[in-house]
């Protein structure tokens, strides 16, 4: 049995039609070009996708690498893995990320942007679990929220593993050990 037959949550035509519609909000919400910062790896997909959206309005990119997890649990601390290439400082920046959790990976990066200068910065993720919040963040943009399940796929993984599935799925041991074997 492959991993691809992990349960589906939502599959890709529904990510990228819901990816065209963040690139139309954005575009909507103006207030000067932006800089995009995208929380690796998990977001890397959906960075990709929505720069693309955008097109020739994307703005400049830079990412960062920030670790909070370990296997399933949020371990609650967040470090630097890999800093900014680049100065924020008076920027509008717009976050990428690709699973807003408890809130602390990027209520960390928030105030890390602004203690550096930047002028505004916004949040878009692909998915939020409210349920899971600890910490309050304001996100402009949400793909889709989901409930209380570990997700893998469209970037998103368990140590390493399973990113690049073409759609986002339910984590199931089970399907793993199967297919594993
Ligand atoms: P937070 O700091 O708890 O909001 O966690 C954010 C980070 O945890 C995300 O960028 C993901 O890397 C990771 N994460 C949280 N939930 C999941 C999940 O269900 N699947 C994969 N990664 C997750």
């Given at each position: 049995?492959?991993?691809?037959?992990?349960?589906?949550?939502?599959?890709?035509?529904?990510?990228a039609r819901r990816i065209q519609d963040l690139a139309r909000e954005l575009r909507v919400r103006g207030d000067g070009e932006p800089h995009f910062i995208a929380v690796l790896d998990g977001a890397r997909i959906f960075a990709d996708k929505l720069l693309q959206a955008l097109g020739r309005e994307a703005g400049a990119y830079?990412?960062?690498?920030?670790?909070?997890?370990?296997?399933?649990?949020?371990?609650?601390?967040?470090?630097?893995?890999?800093?900014?290439?680049?100065?924020?400082?008076?920027?509008?920046?717009?976050?990428?990320?690709?699973?807003?959790?408890?809130?602390?990976?990027?209520?960390?990066?928030?105030?890390?942007?602004?203690?550096?200068?930047?002028?505004?910065?916004?949040?878009?993720?692909?998915?939020?679990?409210?349920?899971?919040?600890?910490?309050?963040?304001?996100?402009?943009?949400?793909?889709?929220?989901?409930?209380?399940?570990?997700?893998?796929?469209?970037?998103?993984?368990?140590?390493?593993?399973?990113?690049?599935?073409?759609?986002?799925?339910?984590?199931?041991?089970?399907?793993?050990?199967?297919?594993?074997?």
């Amino acid at each position: 049995m492959s991993a691809s037959s992990f349960p589906v949550l939502i599959d890709g035509q529904t990510i990228a039609r819901r990816i065209q519609d963040l690139a139309r909000e954005l575009r909507v919400r103006g207030d000067g070009e932006p800089h995009f910062i995208a929380v690796l790896d998990g977001a890397r997909i959906f960075a990709d996708k929505l720069l693309q959206a955008l097109g020739r309005e994307a703005g400049a990119y830079d990412s960062i690498q920030l670790a909070s997890y370990s296997g399933t649990e949020s371990t609650g601390t967040v470090r630097i893995v890999k800093d900014l290439g680049q100065d924020v400082r008076g920027k509008r920046v717009v976050i990428l990320e690709d699973i807003v959790d408890t809130g602390r990976t990027i209520l960390a990066l928030r105030k890390l942007l602004f203690e550096r200068g930047a002028r505004s910065v916004e949040t878009l993720t692909l998915l939020s679990k409210p349920s899971r919040r600890v910490v309050e963040v304001p996100l402009e943009g949400v793909g889709f929220e989901v409930p209380d399940l570990f997700v893998i796929g469209f970037g998103m993984d368990l140590d390493g593993k399973y990113r690049e599935l073409p759609y986002v799925g339910v984590y199931q041991a089970d399907e793993a050990e199967r297919s594993a074997v």
